[in-house]
Structure formats: structure tokens, C-alpha cells
């Protein structure tokens, strides 16, 4: 299948055509009529292209052949052929600006668009030479040339595509609109309980009597495509039981490269949450088995294929020999000669989960080990019940299937035809949930991509690839281009959509001019990952020192072969031990990994590629002159990324690269060239690595909208002012003249430090803050070293931030008390407009945290912010008072740390009972002369409190008719190091039902819980925390808790025994307890109640020894063994003799050490 993207083709053409009847109205008359002629053509053609370049893209059966596919190629070539010369023209037109400037004429910095904005003016200087040989013009009549002769092959598709059409009226005439209602909860797995119950017995079941194996085995879970194998790994694998049992969890997914080296090293940065330094496989093994060693441990590996080389999987393996017995691998395959080689290569007890596609591959796992020990599981299509239910809630998300009788009906159907894959449901429920209407979902069913046997036979492409037809358009040459990452590979939201942008997928909306390329890239992911072609991660940390965090993506390895068959023979990865002759001569995006580089002496074979990123360790002088030879030849290149070692200079070369439009350097350089200034479409330069010396000449880089790390070395840039376009910037007002961000109005984040060196408020008044109507985001910084308040409020006077801006961070203080200076500081915005119209969503103040400074005494009421939902103080010392007035309508974020002299909040009572009404998060510490809080909204999720000054827990605002619940919403609460609280009945008093989690610790005045009271409506708890409070009495008793499943207790030494046996039974669903630093126990029978415990830690409790101690006497024979736990950790062997741990059976992992795990 051949992929154009009719949007971009059209948007290409239609410029053509523009510029070329430019140039051909200065031609004399035979060219010119010659010229007029072809363009004609080529535009009245230009409907008629899009309507069948969109039908083959969109998967409809009359008009598919290799004739189309052929053609369409044509097409394409024809495309870009198109693009690269206007682009040569637009590139002219720029270097003869920047050569004017040099020379001390014209305008500087004037704004260039992607393509050409004024062609008649810019082709007339060229096209006055109609006699002389132009190769740019000569391009140009080629382009239009070409465009004409594939446009003329149209007809023979065109009035197949009119037959369709006519057809797709019909049925759009007959679509009803459907109502929708309330939202349909999902559960985490339906139609596996079965097959998870059976797993999380293997993983916690004891050894069987007289077993005698020192090595891991292992637990295959076999299956196709799409059957639900990792989602099956991964309930398992963040069960509770799982959690608790294994002293270290291991999830690395493997995919079709088995790299050891690699496996091995995502191991370890997994075990230990960073990277390994070291890089050889030697040192990286002797890591791991330092690591796992006499450690029971969890190992996951999904996803893996490797079925033929036991060497392999005996090396990765080999590390693994020395961990403790009871630790376990999981495979994940789609065939079972995997799980059969890994078996081969294990060699004891330990259990490992593969998920594979093959059970070849888990067999070669085996093999690996060295033992026999293997257990698979066969993951079968869900049965007819469980699939639909789960279609369901897929097609039907946000809506109430009832209300939709017929497309239930029709839905039933779809299912039937979709094998009892998952993944199946999940992408064909996404594409019908986006058109509830009888016909969308009627043309789905009669669809040849769905038939009676084909995802029975075909697996769930055929499915898929329905999916893919009825994808927006905007959205298939994004989609398409993911496949040149290898699988697994982990999309950075930001950097997809600067790298679609620099390939021109990205298109703007002459309706919404004011929308950035940015903001419409992002909301691009955000409707791939809505039709659940990606998978949002969570969120990656980019930049620790700013807490910098950027949405991460994955892509499922059948849609990445399903984004691999859509743009065959234009997208490639090549990795390993490839040749280098199986990349197609059409590839326009390339992922080259190697080790020799020296393959690069072929990339000439590619002159076309529009995006290159290459990885690579070592580089010398040979591979500087292969680096030459590859910029002189890549001459369409848009997209350049280079992870290469030890390449301190990038080659001088690169300004060859004419086109390119975004360039990311990986790792540490010296400098960049001098040459790099004449890039003049670069829209992105990532140098996150650049040595702080190197200066950047970019005065000319007019394009240029993001230099990453937005942070810029002290003056570093040459002519920062000139780059007009860019959306981010970090600034010292010490470096640069402040005046230099005059003309940077396209700025969406501003950072200034150095703020101390300005005192004069004319110059400050030059930033022109005003005028720049995108700003989102803007911090000031700081020094501490400077007294001159008075200089630094005329500063702020004068910044006059634009209505658009939503956070604002101030950072850093000054020595001396100044109220006006936070006045100013902080409610400029408002000063400037009316509170209704201020849009500050997010305020954050931080002072430097090793300096005591004496300042910012009062908060002004910022409450009254209307858009306001997060706020942060942080190290503000001298604070002593923050205002309530304005009630937080939109707050949900608080967080106030180190302000050591906060006393209260003033301003609320009970006329301010409507206050924050969509608060969800509150977070305090380190505030100790804090003594009271507000009422809290029932809106609230999450409370923290760490040394706070109160003696008394906050309570929450009643009810009031348009509360959304009657009880609070809180989840989650710790309190801790609140060494004047007494009680916390003014939380538990309230039916906290929706709590799951509660911490209490080193509260030394707390004396009661009012458990009777406030436990009994905990509906919802799952862990339960109560540590080191000296003085609390509770009657453990008459705690009825039936969802806890984690219970610790520690520093409690007035209780002299556990629980009674009847008030265990209570405890129906509890599987871990830790009891730590009981002084005064000495009896824990009512253990023996606890029919789902799992893990169980004793320690530090000297009177249970003692006890233990003295049952040992006279003790000749074993009892029957009673108790059942999978992990049992004692800190003295003596613990084992005390009841019932005596009548132990069942446990797998006995720890007899200090430790407390």
C-alpha cells in the first residue's frame, strides 16, 4: 500500500501551480502558453487526484491493484519533487535577505512562513531571465512538468471512485443522530479471571515436598496476536500478593531483537530506576548478579521471539543462577518453541513470566536455564460473553448501550466477525464510538475487511486495517511515519509533533489562523491514542532540574506492523546485523542503528530521504570523511537526529543540507559550525548537550521556533533578537540586553534570570510583555544578594504580562521585608485588568531554600483569581499569613512547603462555605506554627500533611445541593511528624468511603482514632499505616475492615497481643502485615484467622522472642501445620517457634535477618 496523504499532496500543488503561473506570466509567449497550458491541466486534475488518492487510502476495494499502487508512487515522487523546489525557492529568497543584512540593507528578521508567502515577488527576480539557463527555474518547469504527466493517469481511476461516491450519498442520507448518556465503567480484565487466578497460584505456591532445584523455572503465557497476553502479565504482575512477595520486580519488554547487552541493561535500569554507567555486557552481568544476588526476584519479559539461539538466552540468563530460591520468571510469546528454548536454558526454581508470541520461544528460555521445570499457559480468544461485553465497552464508551438497540444488534454482529481478539475490540470499538449512527457502523459490518473467517485465519490485521481506512486523513501519514522507530520504541509527545511538523504533516486551518503547528501536532496524538492507535505511558521526567515531565507514548507491536504494511517501502528501521541492501531504494524515512559506520558510504543510494536518525558508538576521522559525503548527498533531508559518541564536531557540511528543518544532536559536543546559520528552514535545533563554551551564530535562523534546551549559556547567541519565531526561551537579563525579546512575540514560555542586574525600568519596559499575545508561561528569577527592593518593584512595574498567560513563577527573594514587592510582584496581572478577566492558571513562588530570608510577610487574596487551579509556595520563610478571600472557585492543586512562620489563613468562615469548590490535592509541610486550616471541600482526593503545627485535623465543608456527593471524596491521606495533633476526628467523623489508603506516623500527641466510629465506614480501605504514635489507644477489636489488604503497625508497645481470632476474621481480604518495634507483644494467635495472608513481617519485638523462647521447651514433636503464607520475614529464628508461626506450612520465602523488608 502506497501512502500520499492528499492533504499535503494538494497543499503542495496547489502552490505549485500558484508560483508556476507567476513565473510563466514573465516568460515570452511560446514558454508561456506552453507553461499556462500544463498548469491548467494540473489544476483542473487536482480534484480529481485528491478523490482517488483518497479512496485508495481509504481501503475501498474497486479501486485497488498494483496499477493504483504504481501510479500512486508516480504520485508521490511527482509530490515531492514539487516540495523540495519550493522549497530551493523559498531557501533563495531568505539567503539573498540574510545577504542584504550582511551587507547593511533591508529589513532584519522579518517573518518567513514554511512555504513561499509573497511568490510573485520572489519567482519576478529570477524570471526576468528567461533566456538564461536558471537551475532553480529549471527545476520548477520540471516539477510542473512531471505533476502534469502523472495527473494525466487519473482518469482511469476516476470514475470508479464517482461510482463510489454516488453510493456513499445514498447511505449518508439515511444517518440518524443518536443521543448519548451516562458513562459505562470499565473493569481491568474481563473473561480472564480464570487464567489470572491460575497464574498468581503458580507465582505464590510453595515448593513441592522433597523438590530439590536451584535454578528458576519458568511461566510461559502462549497466544496470537491481540489475545490479551501482556495485559494478562500485567495484572498479575501489580497484583498486591505480587507486590509484596518479591523483593525485586523486573518488567523489560524484549520484542523481536534479542539484544542481550540491551536486555540486560533494561533489566538493571529497571531493578534500580536509572541507566546503568557501564557499557560493556561483561560489567553490565557482573551488575545484575550483584544485584539479584541472594534476592528472590521477579523477572517479566514480554513480548519475545527469539526461538533459535540458546546461546543467547543461556548468556542472559547466566547472571540469573545466584538468586534466591523462589524467584520467578514470566514469559509472554505468541509461539511455544520460545517457552521451550527458554526452559532449556533455565537451570532451577526460579519463575520467570515470558510473554511470546510462539511457544518455540519459551522452550529456548528453557533450554537456557538448563532445566526441565516449565509451565505454559495457552491464552485463548475470549469466549462469545466475555468478548462482547468487552467490545461493548469500547464501542459504547461515554454512552448507554440500551439507548442504542440497533447498533447493538449491528455490534453483535461486528464481534462475532473479530475472532475474540482484545486488541480487535479495542480498535474496531475506538473507530465505531467515533460515529454512532446506523450507517457508519452498517458499512463496518459489510466491510471485506471483516469477514465470517478472516481474523480466524489472518489474526487481527484484517481489523486493524479497517481501522487505519476509516482514520481521519490528517492523521494516516502520521500514523504511517511511526513505523520507522523500531517496536517498543517510547514516543515523547513534544518531540513526535516537532518532528511531524518539520515534515510538513502537520496542517493549519485557514479557519483558525491563531492555532500553532504545535498545538494542533499535540492534539494529533491525543486523537491517535483516543482511537487507541498509541497508548499513553504516563509521564517521562525530561529536565530533573526544572521537573520537567512530557507524556510518553507506546505503539502495540501489531499496530506497529500495521503502520509498517501501510508504509512499505517508504519507512524503515535498520538494526542489528541487517544488510544493508534490504532498505528499499524508495525509503524517504530511515532509522539506521549500527556499528559500522561505514555503511554510510551507501547513503547515496538514498538521495531522497526526508528524515535520517542514525545511532552509532565511536567515531574517528574516517568516519568524519563518510559524515561529508552523506550530508553532500542527502539533499532532501528534513529531519536529521545523531546519537553518535565521541563526535565532538558536527561537519562544516551540514549547511548542504538545504532543506532540513530539524536537527537533534544527542550527545555532548564542543561546537556546532559556523555553517549551521545558513539553514534557514530550521524550525527546531536540539544541541541538549553542547558545551557551554561554544557560541551560536543564528542570527539568520528566522524559522527557528525551538532551540532545546530552551536554556541558553550566558551569551552564547549571536542576534537572539532576530529569531522572531521562536515559542520558548530561557534569558539572562545578565548576558543580553533585556530589549534584545522586543520582537520575540511568538514566545509561549519566558524565562529571565538575572533579574538583580536590572534597575533600570526603561529598559525592562522594552520586553514589550504586552504584545506577546501567545505567552503561557513566564518566571522570573532572582538573586538573594541584593537590597535594592525599591529598584526591583519599578522592574516588575514595568514587565506587564499579556491576558494570555497562565502560570507564573517567581523565584528566589530578596533580603528585606517587602509586601509591596509581592503586591507588585504577583497582582500586576490583576492591576492591569479586571480579576474576571485575569487567566493565571498556576502561581508558583519559591525563594531559595538555604537562605532565611525575612520576606513576603502576606499573600495577597488570590482567591480571587478566577482561572487559578494550582498554586505553590515553596521556602517562604517570612511568610505569616495567606488570604482566603475569593473562596479558590478553580483551584485544584496546593502545595506549601518551608514556610516556617505561616500562622493561618485569614479571610474564611462560614459565609465562605461555597469555597474551593474542585480542590483535589492539598499538600503541606514543614510548617510548624500553622495551627489551623480551612474546612475542606468534599471535592478533595488527596491530603498530605508533614510537620504541621495543628492540634486538631481540618474538617470538611457540609453538603450543599449542588455538590456533586454527599461524603468526602478522599482516597489518600498520610499525616506525619505533626507532633501537636490529638485527634483526627474531624476527618474520621465524616463517611470517608471512597478512602483507600491512610498513613499516620510520629504523631506523639495523638491518643484516639475514634476507630469505633470513624473505621466502620472505611468501605474502601486497602492499606492502613499506623506508625510510632506513643500515645494512641485503640481497640483493635472492633476494626472491621473487609477490603484491607495492607496492614502495618509499628512503635505501638502498650499492645500485648495481635487481634483476637474472631477480629481476624474481619479481616477478610488482608494478604501483607508488618508488625515492627512492638515492645510490649508477646502473642500473635489471632494470626491464624488470616486466611489470605501472603507476607507477614515480625521484627524488633523482644517479648514475642521471649515467648517464643519458652514454648520451645518440652516441645518434642511437630504439630499439623496451619498457617499459610508465601514470604514469611523474621528478624530472630527464635520467631519461628512462637504460635502460629510454629505450625507454618506453604512458605516459599523464609528471611532470618536484621532486615526489614
Request: with cysteine; hydrophobic share 40%.
Amino acid at each position: 500500500m502506497v501512502v500520499v496523504g492528499d492533504v499535503i499532496a494538494s497543499k503542495i500543488i496547489e502552490k505549485l501551480v500558484e508560483v508556476g503561473f507567476d513565473y510563466a506570466a514573465d516568460q515570452f509567449f511560446a514558454r508561456r502558453r506552453r507553461m499556462n497550458d500544463e498548469l491548467q491541466r494540473l489544476k483542473d486534475a487536482l480534484p480529481r487526484i485528491q478523490s482517488v488518492v483518497n479512496a485508495a487510502e481509504s481501503g475501498q476495494g474497486e479501486i485497488t491493484g498494483d496499477d493504483l499502487d504504481e501510479w500512486l508512487w508516480q504520485l508521490k515522487d511527482a509530490v515531492y519533487m514539487a516540495s523540495d523546489v519550493l522549497d530551493d525557492l523559498d531557501y533563495t529568497d531568505i539567503q539573498k535577505r540574510a545577504e542584504a543584512d550582511a551587507a547593511g540593507s533591508g529589513p532584519r528578521g522579518s517573518k518567513v512562513s514554511g512555504f513561499i508567502s509573497d511568490s510573485k515577488r520572489r519567482v519576478s527576480k529570477f524570471s526576468k531571465r528567461a533566456f538564461k539557463s536558471d537551475p532553480t527555474l529549471e527545476k520548477l518547469r520540471g516539477a510542473v512538468k512531471r505533476l502534469s504527466e502523472v495527473a494525466a493517469g487519473v482518469e482511469v481511476f476516476n470514475s470508479l471512485v464517482t461510482e463510489r461516491n454516488q453510493q456513499q450519498q445514498q447511505q449518508q442520507q439515511q444517518e440518524q443522530l443518536r443521543e448519548t448518556g451516562p458513562i459505562v465503567r470499565e473493569r481491568d480484565v474481563l473473561g480472564r479471571d480464570g487464567d489470572r487466578k491460575e497464574v498468581l497460584q503458580w507465582l505464590t505456591r510453595a515448593p513441592i515436598a522433597n523438590e530439590d532445584h536451584e535454578g528458576i523455572s519458568l511461566f510461559s503465557i502462549e497466544g496470537l496476536g491481540g489475545v490479551g497476553k501482556t495485559t494478562l502479565a500485567q495484572v498479575v504482575y501489580r497484583d498486591d500478593t505480587v507486590q509484596s512477595s518479591f523483593s525485586i520486580k523486573i518488567w523489560v519488554c524484549v520484542s523481536t531483537r534479542f539484544d542481550v547487552k540491551k536486555i540486560t541493561g533494561d533489566i538493571l535500569e529497571c531493578a534500580a530506576q536509572r541507566r546503568p554507567d557501564v557499557g560493556g555486557l561483561g560489567p553490565l552481568q557482573e551488575a545484575l548478579e550483584a544485584l539479584v544476588s541472594s534476592k528472590k526476584f521477579l523477572l517479566v519479559l514480554d513480548d519475545v521471539w527469539n526461538d533459535d539461539d540458546l546461546s543467547s538466552w543461556q548468556t542472559l540468563f547466566a547472571p540469573m543462577r545466584c538468586g534466591l530460591k523462589g524467584s520467578k520468571i514470566i514469559l509472554t510469546a505468541r509461539s511455544k518453541k520460545v517457552s521451550e528454548m527458554a526452559t532449556l536454558a533455565l537451570g532451577g526454581t526460579s519463575k520467570i513470566i515470558l510473554t511470546a508470541r510462539s511457544k518455540k520461544v519459551s522452550e529456548m528460555a528453557t533450554l537456557a536455564l538448563g532445566g526441565t521445570t516449565n509451565e505454559s499457559k495457552k491464552l485463548n480468544p475470549l469466549d462469545k460473553s466475555d468478548f462482547l461485553s468487552l467490545f461493548n465497552r469500547y464501542a459504547f464508551a461515554g454512552t448507554n448501550p440500551h439507548n442504542h438497540g440497533k447498533l447493538q444488534s449491528i455490534g453483535e454482529q461486528i464481534a462475532g466477525r473479530l475472532g475474540g481478539l482484545p486488541l480487535a475490540a479495542k480498535t474496531i470499538g475506538a473507530l465505531l464510538r467515533s460515529n454512532l449512527d446506523d450507517s457508519h457502523w452498517t458499512n463496518i459490518l459489510q466491510s471485506s475487511r471483516i469477514s465470517d473467517h478472516g481474523p480466524q485465519r489472518d489474526g487481527v490485521m484484517p481489523a486493524l486495517m479497517l481501522s487505519y481506512y476509516y482514520l481521519p486523513k490528517h492523521l494516516r501519514p502520521c500514523f504511517a511515519f511511526l513505523s520507522t522507530f523500531p517496536q517498543d520504541h517510547r514516543f515523547l509527545k513534544g518531540d513526535l509533533v516537532l518532528i511531524w511538523m518539520a515534515l510538513g504533516f502537520i496542517q493549519q486551518s485557514p479557519q483558525n489562523p491563531a492555532q500553532t503547528p504545535e498545538d494542533i501536532g499535540s492534539r494529533y496524538v491525543d486523537e491517535l491514542a483516543k482511537l487507541s492507535f498509541l497508548e499513553q505511558l504516563g509521564l517521562h521526567n525530561t529536565n530533573p532540574s526544572t521537573q520537567g515531565r512530557e507524556e510518553e507514548y507506546s505503539m502495540h507491536d501489531l499496530l506497529h506492523d500495521l503502520s509498517s504494511k501501510v508504509s512499505h517501502g517508504e519507512c524503515f528501521t535498520f538494526v542489528g546485523n541487517m544488510s544493508i541492501n534490504q532498505i528499499p531504494n524508495t525509503v524517504r524515512h530511515l532509522y539506521f542503528e549500527t556499528g559500522d559506520l561505514g555503511l554510510l558510504k551507501d547513503m547515496d543510494k538514498w538521495k531522497n530521504l526526508h528524515t535520517l536518525i542514525l545511532k552509532f558508538n565511536g567515531y574517528n576521522d574516517e568516519h568524519a570523511v563518510a559524515f561529508r559525503q552523506v550530508f553532500e548527498s542527502l539533499e532532501s533531508i528534513r529531519v536529521l537526529r545523531i546519537t553518535i559518541k565521541e563526535m565532538e564536531v558536527l561537519p562544516c557540511a551540514i549547511d548542504k543540507l538545504r532543506h532540513l528543518r530539524y536537527l537533534s544532536v544527542d550527545h555532548r559536543f564542543t561546537r556546532l559550525p559556523s555553517s549551521i546559520c545558513k539553514l534557514y528552514h530550521l524550525q527546531v535545533l536540539a544541541c541538549r548537550n553542547i558545551a557551554t563554551s561554544s557560541v551560536l551564530v543564528l542570527n539568520n535562523l528566522i524559522n527557528l521556533r525551538h532551540l532545546l534546551p530552551c536554556h541558553i549559556p550566558h551569551g552564547n547567541v549571536d542576534g537572539i533578537g532576530t529569531l522572531t519565531s521562536l515559542q520558548g526561551l530561557s534569558f539572562s537579563a545578565g548576558a543580553y540586553k533585556l530589549s534584545e525579546l522586543k520582537d520575540l512575540r511568538e514566545l509561549q514560555e519566558l524565562r529571565i534570570s538575572g533579574l538583580r542586574n536590572q534597575r533600570d525600568g526603561e529598559e525592562v519596559s522594552l520586553v514589550q510583555l504586552r504584545d506577546k499575545k501567545r505567552l503561557r508561561v513566564l518566571r522570573l528569577e532572582w538573586d538573594d544578594d541584593s537590597d535594592a527592593a525599591e529598584e526591583y518593584e519599578k522592574v516588575l512595574d514595568c514587565l506587564h504580562p499579556p491576558d494570555s498567560l497562565k502560570e507564573l513563577e517567581i523565584a528566589r527573594s530578596m533580603k528585606r521585608d517587602s509586601k509591596c514587592y509581592v503586591w507588585n510582584g504577583m497582582m500586576i496581572v490583576m492591576q492591569q485588568r479586571s480579576m474576571k478577566r485575569c487567566s493565571i492558571a498556576s502561581i508558583r513562588l519559591i525563594a531559595s531554600r538555604n537562605s532565611k530570608l525575612h520576606a513576603w510577610k502576606h499573600l495577597p487574596s488570590l482567591g480571587k483569581l478566577p482561572y487559578l487551579n494550582e498554586l505553590r509556595l515553596d521556602s517562604l520563610t517570612g511568610l505569616v499569613q495567606i488570604g482566603f478571600e475569593g473562596g479558590f472557585q478553580q483551584l485544584k492543586i496546593l502545595q506549601i512547603w518551608d514556610c516556617e512562620q505561616l500562622e493561618e489563613w485569614s479571610g474564611f468562615g462560614a459565609e465562605t462555605a461555597p469555597c474551593w469548590p474542585l480542590f483535589e490535592y492539598l499538600e503541606i509541610s514543614r510548617c510548624p506554627k500553622l495551627k489551623a486550616l480551612p474546612p475542606l471541600p468534599l471535592s478533595l482526593q488527596s491530603l498530605e500533611l508533614k510537620r504541621v503545627g495543628l492540634s486538631d485535623s481540618p474538617t470538611f465543608f457540609p453538603a450543599t445541593p449542588s455538590s456533586s456527593s454527599s461524603s468526602p471524596s478522599l482516597t489518600h491521606m498520610k499525616i506525619a511528624g505533626c507532633k501537636n495533633l490529638t485527634s483526627v476526628a474531624g476527618l474520621l467523623r465524616h463517611r470517608l468511603s471512597a478512602l483507600m489508603m491512610l498513613k499516620i506516623s510520629c504523631c506523639e500527641a495523638l491518643a484516639d482514632l475514634h476507630a469505633e466510629e470513624g473505621f466502620q465506614h472505611l468501605h474502601s480501605i486497602e492499606s492502613l499505616a499506623i506508625e510510632y504514635c506513643p500515645k494512641l489507644k485503640m481497640a483493635t477489636d472492633a476494626v472491621a475492615l473487609t477490603s484491607l489488604s495492607r496492614l502495618t503497625l509499628s512503635g505501638w508497645n502498650h499492645i500485648t497481643s495481635f487481634p483476637s481470632e474472631e477480629a481476624c476474621r474481619r479481616l477478610t481480604s488482608l494478604k501483607v502485615l508488618r508488625l515492627g518495634d512492638m515492645g510490649g507483644l508477646m502473642s500473635v494467635e489471632g494470626l491464624k484467622a488470616l486466611s489470605h495472608l501472603a507476607w507477614l513481617s515480625i521484627r524488633k519485638c523482644p517479648k514475642l522472642v521471649q515467648a517464643a523462647a519458652a514454648s520451645i521447651k518440652g516441645k518434642e514433636e511437630e504439630e499439623e501445620f496451619t498457617l499459610t503464607v508465601s514470604t514469611l520475614n523474621v528478624d530472630d529464628p527464635l520467631l519461628l517457634h512462637v504460635e502460629p508461626l510454629r505450625k507454618r506450612t506453604s512458605v516459599t520465602d523464609l528471611c532470618k535477618d536484621k532486615r526489614f523488608a
